[in-house]
Structure formats: structure tokens, C-alpha cells
């Protein structure tokens, strides 16, 4: 289960993330009983030992009962922390576990088209090709603020931005925009990603905020739409 390598996430969080992807999706409706511990681990390809901890994740974040002698019972919730919370593509069926090829990584001038990220003349440019359980769904494009770090070093990058943004760089993405489209596949996308270059597809542009609500980082992703949808579910609003 999952992928492994210097970019791999900690398997626990892997196997939390996925869960946590698939109860969004509902693919495990609230109160839903999950298979026995040693059968799930089994199904997944992991140590029981992992597979509790990536549990416990869930049970922290409010999205699971643990009853002792009958099981483990999903709470779901319109909101939940997690690694991938800002990442909208699922697969058609929904869910899937993000991954991603990192293509180039480069420190450039600012794009005098993309909008305003801070207050310096560079930016560091990433272009990855994303998966979701493996199938190829994404090309994008992110331009970091230049402030953070002097470089950022491709063997260092996470499968997820956000989570090597805060582990490494200290930064924390607390809020998007989001702007959905139509664009067509860029002319550096590689053939693995199954579209052709010059092929209409869906373009989800955003803006990142840090915690303060300052910008950091701008991205263009175009998606497939033949195997992928962008999803952004919204809590119900609390009467007040």
C-alpha cells in the first residue's frame, strides 16, 4: 500500500489519509463498522501495529468510535484536518491517495502575469504530475514566495506541498481561493499524465495565504476530467 522513497509520507499517515479521503467521499457512510484490524491490515499490506496509529489519527480527529469488543465504528464530518484537506481532485468513484512525480524545480523571476505572492522579485517554480491511487489525474504548476528559503531541493519535497511547507519551511497554508476553468494541457506536460498537449481540459487556479492571511503561493493545475472531478464539500453552518 501506498508509495515508498524519501518523498513518501510516514505509512501511517498515508493509510489515515486515504481513510480519511474515502469517508469524505462516502465511500464508509457515518456509523459504518470498518473489517476487523487484522483484516484491513491484511487488505492493505501493512503491520497491525501501523495500521492502529494511522486509528488513532482518525479517532483524534473526531471521525472514529472505537468500541471496545465490538469495533471500530466511522463518525463522519463535514470538516477534518488533513495533510491533503485543501487537495479537491477525487477519482470518479471518489477518494483516491494523492501521490506525485516531481518534474523540475527551479528559482525564477516572478511570472508578471500570475498575481501578487510578496513582497520579493523570485519565486521558486514547481511542476509536479499528480496520481490519485496511482492513476495519473494532474499537471500542475506552483510558484512559492521566494522568502522562505534560498532553495528548494527536489529530493526533498513530500508527495504533499503543504506538508513539506510546514515540516521544512515552518509555513502553514491556512486558506485558498480557488478559481475553476477550462485551459488546455501545457506544452511541458509529460505523456504519462494521458493528455495531449493543446487538449482542453479543466484548470483550477489558486491563491495560498499563510495564517495571517498574506500570500505565498500561486499554482495553475490542470486536471483530467475524464478520470478525475473537483470536489469542495461545505460544512453546514451553525445556528447562532
Not at 28 to 43: H, I, V
Request: hydrophobic share 40%; aromatic share 8%; charged share 25%.
Amino acid at each position: 500500500m501506498g508509495i515508498e522513497g524519501p518523498k513518501a509520507l510516514p505509512k501511517a499517515i498515508q493509510v489515515s489519509e486515504m481513510l480519511i479521503r474515502e469517508i469524505a467521499a462516502g465511500r464508509y457512510p457515518d456509523g459504518t463498522r470498518l473489517p476487523t484490524e487484522r483484516e484491513m491490515a491484511n487488505t492493505l499490506g501493512i503491520a497491525v501495529g501501523t495500521l492502529r496509529r494511522a486509528l488513532s489519527i482518525l479517532q483524534d480527529r473526531g471521525l472514529l468510535r472505537r468500541v471496545q469488543g465490538s469495533g471500530n465504528y466511522v463518525q463522519a464530518q463535514a470538516e477534518v484536518e488533513s495533510v491533503y484537506e485543501f487537495f479537491r481532485l477525487e477519482l470518479l468513484k471518489g477518494g483516491g491517495l494523492p501521490t506525485a512525480d516531481v518534474l523540475e524545480v527551479r528559482r525564477l523571476p516572478k511570472d508578471p502575469s500570475m498575481p501578487h505572492i510578496g513582497p520579493g522579485p523570485v519565486a521558486h517554480r514547481i511542476r509536479r504530475l499528480r496520481y490519485l491511487d496511482a492513476v495519473p489525474v494532474e499537471v500542475e504548476e506552483i510558484w512559492l514566495d521566494g522568502r522562505f528559503v534560498d532553495w528548494v531541493m527536489q529530493d526533498e519535497l513530500s508527495h504533499s506541498l503543504y506538508y513539506y511547507y510546514k515540516e521544512k519551511l515552518g509555513l502553514v497554508i491556512g486558506s485558498v481561493t480557488d478559481t475553476i476553468g477550462v485551459s488546455f494541457v501545457p506544452e511541458w506536460a509529460p505523456a504519462k499524465f494521458g493528455c495531449a498537449t493543446g487538449k482542453p481540459c479543466g484548470l483550477v487556479e489558486r491563491i495560498g495565504y499563510d495564517l495571517k492571511g498574506a500570500t505565498v503561493e500561486y499554482s495553475r493545475n490542470w486536471f483530467n476530467q475524464d478520470v478525475c472531478r473537483y470536489t469542495n464539500r461545505l460544512g453546514k453552518r451553525q445556528a447562532s
